[in-house]
Each structure stands twice: as structure tokens, then as C-alpha cells.
């Protein structure tokens, strides 16, 4: 595992190592000695797994307020993503600055997502399919959410939206009344 940071402080791209021979694939996808420095004393409670059928579908932008914040590892099991998320960490430097990164099996890439950031992703590929492991059991009153076309956010889709949940298509615009998320 080789962990690389992004332009974004402590959103972290986690590359994993496949091991090829004759039989197929093998790939770690979690280390917790290796992710320790990250993680911490959280323990992932939850592994989440969606397929979405539409090129072009868009799901999110979500995070969970305190303290059912949680860490998200994100990986892409089969097609492609473009996996977003934007940093909502009050008094951070980066604030409102949102980082996207692609998703597949073949680049063997993982998001690794902090406390206080929301995230979605578009699919570049039909049927895509992702895992999610989270240190926060899902926790439906603590749901927060962004639009994926606010204009706060300035996000650059790749491609036109064809898919939104309802849900994700109500979450209301970022004020100037919003500070972020405590730590
Ligand atoms: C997230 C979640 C949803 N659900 C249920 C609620 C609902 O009936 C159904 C679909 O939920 P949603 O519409 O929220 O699914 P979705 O829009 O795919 O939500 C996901 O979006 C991406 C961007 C994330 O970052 C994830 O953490 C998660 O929030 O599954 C659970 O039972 N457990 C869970 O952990």
C-alpha cells in the first residue's frame, strides 16, 4: 500500500499493490498498520457496496455531522468512477475546496476520505460498482448533504447528469451562514 497525499490536507490516495500469477488477483485493501497514522484508534464498523447503473449518474454529495463523523475508504470494484470530496472542515485552509480523483479496478486505487468532508462520485462507466468502508455506523438523523451543482463548489462534472436521487437533487445550497463542521 502507498499512500499519497492530495492537494487537499489529509485526503489521502491510497494505492494498493495487486499480486498477479497464474490464478488471478490478490489485493490488500485494508492495513490498519499501515493506515494507523490515519485512522487512529477508529475501527471501521461498516462496509458498504452500491452498483449504479447509468453512465453518467451521479451520487451524492454526503457527509455525516458530528459525532457520527466518520473516515469513508473508497474503492471502485468494477467500471469506472470520478470519485469527488470537498472539505468542510471549519477553520481549514482549504475550505469548500473539493478534490476529484478517478476510481477503477484496473488503477487499483483508493479515496481515503477524513472527518469533515462530504463526497459523491459520477459514473463513467455503466453498472460501476464501489465498497465503502466507514469508521461510523450509518446514522439516517446525523445525514448531511450538498449539492453536486452548487455553485459554491464551482465542482466540474466530466459528464451530463443522468441520474440523481431525489434526495440528492433536494439538498439545499450552501449559505453564508455556513461555517463547516467542527472537528
Ligand atoms: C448509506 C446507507 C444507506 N442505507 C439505505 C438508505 C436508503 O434506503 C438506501 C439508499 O441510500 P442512499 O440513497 O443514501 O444511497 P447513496 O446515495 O448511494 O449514499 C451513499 O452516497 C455516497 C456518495 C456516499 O458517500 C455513501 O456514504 C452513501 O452516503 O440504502 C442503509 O441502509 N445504510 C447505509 O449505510
Redesign the pocket.
Known amino acids: 500500500m502507498n499512500i499519497q497525499p492530495t492537494p487537499i490536507p489529509g485526503l489521502m490516495l491510497v494505492e494498493t499493490s495487486p499480486h498477479e500469477d497464474a490464478r488471478g488477483v490478490f489485493t490488500r485493501l485494508y492495513c490498519e498498520r499501515t493506515l494507523a497514522h490515519l485512522i487512529g484508534q477508529r475501527k471501521i464498523v461498516?462496509v458498504?457496496h452500491?452498483c449504479?447503473f447509468l453512465t453518467g449518474a451521479i451520487?451524492?454529495?454526503?457527509?455525516?455531522y458530528p459525532p457520527h463523523a466518520?473516515i469513508?475508504l473508497?474503492r471502485c470494484l468494477k467500471g469506472r468512477i470520478w470519485d469527488v470530496a470537498v472539505d468542510l472542515r471549519r477553520d481549514s485552509a482549504t475550505f469548500l475546496c473539493w478534490h476529484a480523483t478517478e476510481l477503477s479496478p484496473s488503477n487499483s486505487r483508493m479515496m481515503l476520505?477524513p472527518e469533515g468532508f462530504?463526497?459523491?462520485?459520477q459514473v463513467l462507466e455503466p453498472n460501476s460498482e464501489?465498497l465503502?468502508l466507514?469508521t461510523a455506523?450509518?446514522t439516517?438523523d446525523a445525514?448531511g448533504g450538498l449539492r453536486y451543482d452548487d455553485p459554491k463548489l464551482g465542482i466540474s462534472w466530466p459528464l451530463n447528469v443522468t441520474d440523481l436521487?431525489a434526495?440528492?437533487a433536494k439538498h439545499p445550497l450552501i449559505d453564508r451562514n455556513f461555517r463547516g463542521l467542527s472537528q
Open positions: 461498516q458498504n452500491s449504479t451520487r451524492g454529495l454526503h457527509f455525516q466518520e469513508k473508497v476520505i462530504a463526497h459523491g462520485f464501489l465503502y466507514h455506523s450509518y439516517p445525514e436521487s434526495r440528492d
